[in-house]
């Protein structure tokens, strides 16, 4: 997820789009640039970091014109650099573009393009966009664009513009979003609402595989097949600081209603079409080695540490491989019975995490390779692992992990197939029959958003509690340590995640009239025995909330209430399941009257041990 704006117009443009990207760079702010036109003369300025590098390079190398594009980066090809900082040029100098997205079939692009003598100076898939521009050019430059769109697969926000039509701005999207801001004598492209709400409300929203066309009095819509379309006007009622957030209250539930958006994004490129084949191109390990792995140490902290307990389950059920999984600040004091061939896995939102990384570089100490699931690239764990496979969440502000704990599910999901494929653990038929349910995972969570007014009844209910417990079996009992933590950590409320079966080792003697229970039942093999443990709870005045498949009617004869969730594999179930518990923890601290992005004590990234 990165940052775009566009002007055309008689305002300073260097002020319009560096200050529109200010208001985007929770968007991404590893790098970022701009391209104005001035004279027929193209001008590129970028500047690794955060914006304010940019700032301090303009102040030194102004540009003028009366026409830019804009972009704050969050990288997904290619590390945080000048070089691939955008925005990109081709050969001749004569195109300049921004690109928010994936080029799926980059790899592809370059290498036919480079064939033809085009030369690259970056890693980014967006390169390849500009110099295949510049490959198709025929003095048209929207045909032109119409052709490009043909081109490419996979997703994208792009906005282009040319010193052969020095006025004019094209912007197409696929399933990145892009807006249009309407003025007087002016018109203005953006990836998100708040870039522009300054100096308009007037907007068109571009639906997938359209594209507009700017220039100072007029804006043209089309379809990327280059069929006319009309746009109705959408007025932006929100106030500044709401749009930042695209309405909402707080970045946390924006956050978790990304988060469709944010799994498929991280299946893109890594699932095929025909739903038969993983294919994760970043492993770099070296050919039979997956056959070699003989156990797997996943290393992480928090919600990190959550995933893991699922990519547990998930690696050993699927490839077959005995997996451990480390707190980051316990592994490295211990002495992990290791061999030559095992595989140490860390998991990092941020790349940054202080006790992972010394875990990372422990295990390397240690000679194992090592695999990071970052959501960041060019990140201290990116840098130092063997291999690296990247989510695709964008950026997260709210300190309370949401969508980054979902994409990280969905890359262990995808890695365990990678393994069961590799050692022959899985047939033809349930490769297609999984990767079909996480293909269809998107639409799930869609769905399952749609439970936020039930949620949000039962937070505002029971918001006065000083404790609540979740209980759960096998994956069930994994979604509800990370339930429970999202609650104590922005409501404040004391929760405990206990595994069903123990509540009579001991857990039942907390249990008393009227303490809520969250209990999870989505595991079909252990379903009976969930139904028992809920039993229990109940016989002793527990209020329990159970979650539970859409069609079961039996759970509702034991609980006090029920989540119904969109059918998916038990397998799959986490990510189905925890939305709810985000949605309840989310709520909860709301009407608690907590600071819900920025819990007490604690930090997004922590970054000391």
């Known amino acids: 997820m990165c940052g775009i704006v566009g002007y055309v117009g008689p305002r300073n443009v260097s002020e319009v789009v560096v200050g529109g990207l200010r208001k985007l760079e929770y968007r991404g702010y590893d790098s970022s640039g701009i ?26 190398e102004p540009v003028q014109g009366s026409i830019g594009i804009g972009h704050t980066r969050w990288a997904t090809h290619g590390r945080p650099s000048d070089e691939n900082a955008h925005p990109h040029q081709d050969c001749s100098g004569r195109f300049a573009i921004v690109h928010n997205g994936i080029v799926e079939n980059y790899l592809a692009l370059r290498e036919e393009l480079t064939a033809k003598g085009h030369q690259f100076k970056s890693e980014t898939d967006t390169e390849v966009v500009v110099h295949l521009i510049e490959e198709l050019y025929n003095g048209d430059f929207i045909q032109t664009m119409v052709q490009v769109g043909k081109r490419l697969h996979g997703a994208y926000a792009l906005v282009a513009i040319t010193k052969d039509a020095p006025g004019t701005i094209i912007a197409m999207r696929k399933s990145s979003p892009l807006i249009v801001g309407l003025g007087q004598g002016e018109n203005f492209v953006a990836s998100d609402i708040p870039a522009i709400l300054e100096y308009t409300r007037d907007i068109y929203v571009l639906e997938d595989g359209e594209m507009a066309v700017l220039d100072t009095s007029h804006v043209t819509c089309f379809t990327i097949d280059g069929e006319p379309v009309q746009k109705e006007v959408y007025k932006v009622t929100w106030d ?59 290393v992480a902290c928090g919600t990190a540490w959550h995933a893991g307990l699922v990519g547990k389950a998930v690696l050993e059920e699927l490839a077959g491989i005995p997996v451990e999984v480390d707190i ?24 940054e995490t202080a006790d992972t990384l010394a875990a990372l570089r422990e ?54 197939l990678h393994f069961a ?26 769905q399952v958003l749609d439970t936020a007014p039930q949620i949000e009844k039962f ?18 009992f994994a979604v509800a340590l990370e339930g429970s933590l999202k609650l104590k950590e922005i409501s404040y409320i004391h929760a405990e995640a206990y595994a069903a079966g123990e509540l009579k080792h001991g857990t039942l003697a907390l249990i008393t009239e009227g303490v809520p229970v969250i209990a999870l039942a989505t595991q079909t093999a252990l379903y009976d025995k969930t139904i028992s443990n809920i039993k229990e709870v109940t016989a002793r005045g527990a209020f329990v909330m159970g979650m539970t498949w859409a069609g079961d009617e039996d759970l509702q004869k034991s609980v006090d209430q029920v989540i119904y969730l969109p059918q998916t594999l038990p397998l799959l179930a986490p990510l189905a399941a925890v939305i709810p518990l985000q949605l ?21 990234s922590v970054t000391v041990e």
Do not use: C
């Open 328 to 351: 980051a600040s316990e592994y490295r004091y211990r002495e992990p019975i290791q061999t030559d061939n095992t595989l140490v896995v860390v998991i990092s939102q941020s790349g």
């Open 459 to 476: 937070a505002q209910d029971w918001a006065h509690v000083n404790d609540t417990f979740f209980i759960g079996r096998g994956l069930d």
């Open 421 to 446: 494929v590799a050692r022959n653990r899985i047939s033809v038929d349930d490769l297609h029959a999984v990767l079909k349910g996480i293909d269809g995972l998107p639409q799930v969570a869609d």
């Open 240 to 298: 500044a600081v709401a749009a930042e957030r695209g309405g909402y209250d707080h970045f946390m539930l924006k956050e978790i209603h990304e988060q469709p958006k944010a799994i498929r994004d991280t299946l893109i490129g890594r699932v095929s079409e025909d739903l038969k084949l993983v294919t994760l191109t970043e492993l770099k390990w070296p050919a039979g080695y997956a056959e070699q792995v003989d156990r797997i140490h996943v």
């Open 584 to 604: 309840l923890a989310y709520y909860a601290a709301v009407a608690r009257g907590s600071d819900v992005d920025k819990p007490r004590n604690l930090a997004k």
């Open 363 to 416: 295990a390397k100490r240690r000679g194992r390779r090592v695999l990071a699931i970052t959501n960041v690239v060019g990140s201290s764990a990116a840098r130092e692992a063997d291999d690296v496979l990247v989510t695709q969440a964008g950026p997260e502000i709210a300190v309370a992990s949401t969508k980054a704990y979902t994409t990280q599910l969905v890359v262990l999901y995808l890695l365990a």
């Open 35 to 60: 391209a104005t036109i001035d004279d027929k003369q193209l001008h590129v300025v970028k500047a690794v970091g955060r914006l304010s590098a940019l700032e301090e390079r303009l102040s030194t």
